[in-house]
């Protein structure tokens, strides 16, 4: 690809991300987006069967060994309990309610129909207890009745040279899988809400079992990696991983995708070893450790004891007061080393 032709990759995907970050979507109310990416899917004549939190996405005519890219869809926003009190969802108040919501433009809407409803802004967030959801004050939110999710307005920022800002985190990847298939990527795509009780590994497996993909090692999981400072994205680097804390990965799937980022020539960061690495330097200075972590083919792999199972593609993130960042080189780097991956022969 010459560099006109990748710019141009580029500028689609920066714009399907802002097109998908248009439609409402908050954890447990992914239907609308979920709606709206089987629909964008099908303009690409491919067959797209959507089901209760999935969305799964084939070629005309797959070929054995082919990848299944797997990515969840859901973004963090609030929702109005019986009372009328909007609460965080997405995570528990010590996972992160930060100062940088504070002013956050928020609009409930329709979960059925996408339909906005009232819009405000956050004005406060305070929570009780840890674990607790974090409880938000909105201004000028009238009219929405009890439990109408909240999602935020939020567009990417792109006003820094050299960095992408904004709600990246499963919206990016969403876009970046959209934008592989239109570039002609041969894999099949699976697309999963996390439901109001996060189980995005339940609803794929079940599916799965009940005859929708026969047991495969060649499932990948496409994800954002975060990290505590932007070295991983401005160095352009493809975050893998060969465990994570609940399960190991398929060893000729992650070594399919690190000859994909050779082929893209994108730098390679294997996540758990640097975890392992940085907690060494942490113990020795008396610091506490970082974890491992836990990704949804961690998850998938153990609970279906290794049935279904792959590895994990990550495009490294940070956090930033516009909120998680990248950079283009990241994005770029990514996108190739799916294409790469896709064009491949099983190992």
Not at 42 to 64: C, H, K, S, Y
Not at 127 to 140: F, N, W
Not at 332 to 345: D, G, K, N, P, Y
């Amino acid at each position: 690809m010459n560099p006109a032709e990748e710019a141009g990759w580029l500028a689609r995907l920066l714009a399907k991300t802002n097109e998908y970050l248009s439609i409402p979507c908050v954890t447990g109310a992914e239907g609308v987006l979920l709606d709206h990416v089987a629909a964008d899917f099908q303009r690409l004549n491919m067959t797209v069967e959507r089901t209760d939190g999935l969305v799964i996405v084939r070629p005309r005519a797959p070929r054995p060994g082919k990848l299944h890219l797997f990515v969840r869809a859901d973004r963090r926003g609030g929702v109005l309990d019986d009372d009328g009190q909007a609460q965080l969802t997405g995570g528990p108040s010590a996972q992160g309610a930060p100062d940088r919501l504070i002013g956050q433009a928020v609009y409930a809407f329709n979960p059925a129909t996408g339909a906005h409803l009232s819009y405000g802004g956050i004005t406060t967030i305070t929570a009780d207890d840890e674990g607790s959801p974090a409880r938000l004050e909105i201004s000028d939110l009238a009219g929405a009745p009890a439990k109408s999710p909240l999602a935020f307005d939020g567009r990417l920022d792109l006003t820094t040279p050299g960095y992408v800002y904004g709600p990246l985190a499963d919206t990016l990847n969403l876009a970046m899988v959209r934008i592989a298939a239109e570039m002609g990527a041969d894999a099949s795509f699976i697309f999963a809400g996390r439901g109001a009780h996060d189980r995005v590994a339940d609803r794929m497996l079940d599916w799965a079992e009940a005859g929708g993909l026969d047991p495969t090692r060649q499932l990948i999981g496409l994800c954002c990696g975060a990290f505590e400072e932007s070295a991983a994205a401005q160095a352009g680097a493809v975050v893998l991983r060969r465990r994570d804390s609940v399960a190991s990965f398929d060893a000729r799937a992650v070594a399919r995708l690190e000859r994909a980022a050779e082929a893209a020539r994108a730098p390679i960061l294997f996540k758990d070893a640097f975890i392992e690495a940085e907690n060494t330097a942490r113990k020795r200075r008396n610091r506490p450790v970082i974890a491992l972590g836990d990704t949804e083919i961690g998850r998938i792999t153990a609970r279906s004891r290794g049935a279904y199972t792959g590895a994990s593609l990550q495009l490294p993130v940070f956090a930033h007061a516009k909120g998680l960042g990248t950079t283009p080189g990241a994005l770029r780097a990514s996108l190739r080393t799916v294409i790469e991956a896709c064009r491949m022969e099983e190992a």
